[in-house]
């Protein structure tokens, strides 16, 4: 009797694991998961960011995800990449927040002038858990699912002629990102903004429909902008933020286990990106003035002046709208705190 139980025990036993065993071959037969990265820029951090996301949740996924990284906007403008996230035929974006105010204005709010001053402040910014919940709960019910926050440089402006004073921006024509916050600030400098996507920005300085753009040295040097226009300003605002958004309605089609593992890498990469960033930017500089390019700086009492003029800019913008305001607030209590 002992012996047929014994028996049945491992008849069932090897059952099981008949079943187990054909259980994971369909699975090893599934096609994965395809998870699409789009990023406007290349060869900058916001690429590094990308392939190392890609990298760890193919790795972690075992698999079972693949990833694709586009950057340069290979899959579209800006807001038609923000758009195939919000429907799922982009998986991931990564660029600045402020490129999805029209899902929802608060996404500005870290453009805001004088915000911070290095990239250290701007770094503990970005950890401080009041401004991720903000951040990355934008969207929510627009399709978008944030996954992490991190800041990449200061930012700059690079013009045909070179702005050497603060009296070089009167009667320029520049670029901004799409934020009332840029556009208040070039007004109060004597410049009138002009928001247009990344794609657009080298043809028109080329042209001449614009003067100049506000963008960062990963921009300038990789995309070879000398050869429109050498001169970079290096203002250092607005600091120049990074969101990565997911789809929502492809992060919830995935398995909880899945959905933990895109989670927990976007996270855990953004923290690890930071040297990645500051050593990027250093060579980029370096980079830039390899190729023709010049760096320019106000002059310390033009600085002050700049700094002091735009000091209001984000109050004053904001305070009409409430919940822009309380947004502000939020991010602005986050810089004090991390000085």
Do not use: C
Not at 137 to 144: E, R, S, V
Not at 191 to 203: F, H, Q, S
Not at 280 to 289: I, V
């Amino acid at each position: 009797m002992r012996a047929s139980r014994i028996g049945v025990a491992v008849g069932f036993v090897i059952a099981a694991a008949a079943v187990l065993a054909a259980g994971a071959a369909r699975a090893a037969d599934q096609p994965p998961i395809v998870m699409k990265i789009t990023l406007p820029t290349i060869n900058d951090a916001l690429n590094a960011y990308s392939t190392m996301l890609g990298a760890a949740v193919e790795r972690h996924s075992g698999g079972r995800i693949k990833a694709e990284v586009y950057p340069a906007s290979q899959l579209g403008s800006i807001p038609r990449q923000i758009e195939g996230v919000q429907f799922g035929s982009i998986q991931v974006a990564v660029m600045p927040p402020e490129f999805y105010v029209g899902v929802d204005e608060r996404f500005e709010v870290l453009t805001a002038p004088g915000l911070v001053d290095s990239m250290e402040q701007a770094h503990r910014v970005t950890s401080d858990p009041a401004v991720q919940k903000l951040m990355l709960g934008l969207g929510a019910n627009k399709g978008l699912h944030g996954l992490a926050l991190f800041s990449v440089e200061p930012s700059a402006v690079i013009t045909r002629q070179g702005i050497r004073h603060l009296d070089d921006f009167k009667g320029k024509k520049i670029r901004i990102f799409a934020s009332d916050f840029q556009s208040e600030a070039m007004k109060r400098l004597g410049a009138t903004p002009i928001a247009m996507t990344l794609g657009d920005v080298l043809p028109a300085i080329q042209q001449g429909t614009i003067d100049g753009a506000i963008a960062g040295m990963a921009v300038f040097a990789p995309m070879h902008y000398q050869d429109a226009a050498r001169f970079v300003t290096e203002t250092g605002q607005p600091h120049i933020f990074i969101i990565v958004e997911t789809s929502q309605r492809w992060f919830d089609g995935l398995p909880k286990d899945l959905q933990k593992i895109v989670a927990d890498d976007a996270t855990e990469d953004a923290k690890e990106i930071y040297p990645v960033a500051i050593r990027l930017y250093a060579d980029q500089r370096k980079q830039w003035l390899a190729q023709g390019g010049e760096l320019l700086k106000l002059p310390p009492d033009d600085q002050a002046t700049m700094l002091k003029t735009l000091s209001t800019v984000a109050e004053d913008v904001s305070k009409s709208k409430p919940a822009v305001h309380a947004a502000y607030e939020t991010v602005l209590a986050a810089a004090k705190q991390a000085p």
